[in-house]
């Protein structure tokens, strides 16, 4: 084969000697660099209107692929709340947000939106999937995290052969950019967030971001929330068929008795909420659409929660279980489908870490239990686990895709 190197003909860049007359000014030589000078001009201009651009909305810096351990932060740590970024305003007036998305090839995570717009256009969001829809009904699995996913590799195991039947939405820490291989289903569904404050109405409002988010998805069916630490316990077309069958909504609610059950309600707030009315369940729910817009368009409980319920009454554990079994009652199972271990007693559940994880312990996890399920007995009761340790995810890996029969 010939060599084809083109470089090019060394004279072409031999610069031609100055000549004399061209060093020295004469108007005609002037009058040729006003071009020049009205191109450094608009140069300059544009310089600065990048600058105070960026200066108002600073590109984000995406690390690599990040695993964080935020389980090894302290939980009870609470962050410092970060002022909300300005409003911004929505780039296209959206009649028919499906069709604008599909137009123009976005995911369905709103990325324009403040709060109230949001809510408000989840609120008049279909209540079902159109019968006509082409669409399988699919089902939101929305992270509450505090940074990233850490076991995100075994939920992308869970996931694998079933794109379509799900979507994936993760809350995290403002200005943490989740990242993740474009082959993950984590990948670029990070939704705007705000800052989370533990045990403060914020956590209730990050929940209700997602809610707000996942219903603009008009064939989301059914909306779970889960926490970085949670993991599956069966396989997908269980998980699937269980929550697209069921009747009922899964929000975990008592009536507990006792400082950390009645002992939190806040007189104040009758006469809307009643002390036989208070319940208190764990945060981790999994609910059917109607139910979503429902809890998305709440305003009377929302603003009397936020402004009621502070300090060591924790409204993730009661605003949800108060609502739903006062105005939809009849609609919840009053049982979560996350698996905690209390049985260590104490303010926080049993925390597994990597030596935990035994084939064994996880057969353990998925059997042995009896409930109610569309009015008959049914074994399986939990198809989530908490809580998990980031170090648990190489035992994971290696047990729990042939124990819970991953595809
Ligand atoms: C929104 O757009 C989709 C896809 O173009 C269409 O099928 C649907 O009927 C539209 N919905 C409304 C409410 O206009
Ligand atoms: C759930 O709780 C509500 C209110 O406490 C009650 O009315 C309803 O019957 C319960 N549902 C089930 C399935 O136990
Ligand atoms: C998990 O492992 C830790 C440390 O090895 C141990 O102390 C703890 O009892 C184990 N928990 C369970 C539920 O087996
Ligand atoms: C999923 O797990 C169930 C048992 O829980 C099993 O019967 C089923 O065959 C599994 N499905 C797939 C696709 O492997």
């Known amino acids: 084969m010939k ?3 083109r470089s090019p003909s060394p004279s072409s860049f031999h610069p031609l000697p100055p000549s004399p007359t061209k060093l020295l000014p004469s108007p005609l030589r002037l009058l040729r660099l006003v071009p ?12 600065f209107a990048l600058f105070f651009y960026l ?30 970024p300005p409003p911004a305003p929505l780039l296209f007036p959206i009649s028919n947000g499906t069709a604008l998305r599909t137009f123009l090839n976005l995911p369905d995570v709103s990325r324009y939106m403040d709060d109230r717009e949001l809510l408000r256009m989840a609120s008049a969001a279909p209540r079902t999937l159109e019968k006509t829809s082409p669409n399988v009904p699919k089902v939101a699995f929305m ?29 995290s820490s403002p200005g943490f950019e989740l990242t993740a291989p474009s082959t993950s289903a984590f990948h670029g569904r990070n939704i705007p967030s705000k800052a989370v404050r533990w045990g403060q109405f914020s956590m209730v409002e990050a929940e209700r971001r997602l809610l707000a988010n996942a219903l603009l998805d008009g064939s989301n069916s059914r909306f779970v929330l889960l926490s970085e630490s949670c993991i599956p316990i069966f396989n997908f077309t269980t998980v699937y068929d269980y929550l697209t069958g069921s009747e009922k909504s899964f929000i975990g609610s008592s009536d507990v008795p006792g400082p950390a059950g009645r002992g939190r309600y806040n007189p104040r707030m009758r006469p809307e ?8 369940g764990a945060q981790w729910f999994g609910m059917d659409r109607g139910l979503a817009v429902d809890v998305v368009s709440d305003k009377k409980y929302a603003r009397l ?31 979560s489908l996350t698996l905690v271990d209390w049985s260590r007693g104490g303010p926080h559940p049993a925390r597994f870490v990597g030596s935990n994880v035994t084939m064994d312990f996880l057969r353990r996890l998925r059997s042995g ?33 042939k124990v819970m029969q991953f595809n």
């Not at 020049?36 to 310089?47: C, D, I, P, Q, T």
């Not at 909420?273 to 208190?280: A, F, S």
């Not at 409930?371 to 007995?377: F, H, L, M, P, V």
């Open 55 to 84: 200066y108002q909305y600073p590109l984000q810096p995406t690390p690599a692929y990040t695993i964080s351990s935020p389980l090894l932060s302290p939980t009870r740590t609470p962050q410092q709340p970060i002022p909300p």
């Open 273 to 280: 909420v009643t002390i036989d009315r208070w319940r208190k």
């Open 369 to 401: 239990r009896k409930c109610e399920y569309n009015g008959k007995t049914a074994r399986i009761c939990f198809l989530f686990a908490r809580k998990f340790a980031p170090n648990t995810l190489e035992r994971l890996l290696k047990f729990a895709p």
């Open 305 to 335: 929660f936020r402004r009621l319920c502070k300090g060591s009454c924790y409204p993730d554990e009661h605003y949800l279980p108060t609502l739903v079994s006062t105005k939809f009652w009849w609609r919840n199972s009053n049982r």
């Open 3 to 5: 060599n084809e190197k």
């Open 143 to 171: 992270f509450l995290v505090r940074g990233g996913v850490p076991l995100a590799p075994l939920w992308d195991e869970f996931f694998h052969g079933y794109q379509g039947k799900y979507s994936v939405y993760v809350h």
């Open 36 to 47: 020049f000078l009205l191109l450094f001009a608009s140069g300059v201009a544009l310089g």
